[in-house]
């Protein structure tokens, strides 16, 4: 049984840092494509950034682009989001995500693409 873990959300001001980690469990991370997706009060699951399972290929949602980075460390079985510069509208529930079933060279921005899920960490910057 896969289960992913997130951990580093938090309460910060607007311009700080937050370092998000998503552990896996049950399962290497290996060989998997992993991604980070969020989800604010009645808006829908949207997502942020994605990593390849060779870690090749990253792309980022257009508002996080040049703030967020996606890593991944196989060893530790974990992937990490680093946010620096925080704004208000990154205020959300950040979930983890990954999948076995992808491509080689291939990092999928739908929801319905991944077969497991964390159970989400808060996030929320004030102004």
């Known amino acids: 049984q896969v289960q992913l873990v997130e951990s580093g959300g938090g309460l910060v001001q607007a311009g700080d840092s937050l370092r998000l980690s998503c552990a896996a469990s049950g399962r290497t991370f290996s060989g998997a494509a992993g991604a980070w997706f969020r989800q604010a009060p009645g808006n829908e699951r949207e997502f942020v950034a994605g990593?390849?399972?060779?870690?090749?290929?990253?792309p980022y949602a257009v508002s996080v682009k040049g703030r967020f980075t996606i890593s991944r460390d196989d060893a530790k079985n974990t992937v990490t989001l680093q946010m620096n510069s925080l704004k208000p509208e990154d205020t959300a529930v950040y979930y983890c995500?990954?999948?076995?079933?992808?491509?080689?060279?291939?990092?999928?921005?739908?929801?319905?693409?991944?077969?497991?899920w964390g159970q989400g960490t808060q996030v929320t910057v004030s102004s």
């Open positions: 995500a990954a999948t076995w079933n992808s491509g080689i060279d291939t990092v999928t921005r739908e929801t319905a693409g991944y077969d497991y």
């Open positions: 990593i390849s399972w060779r870690g090749n290929i990253a």
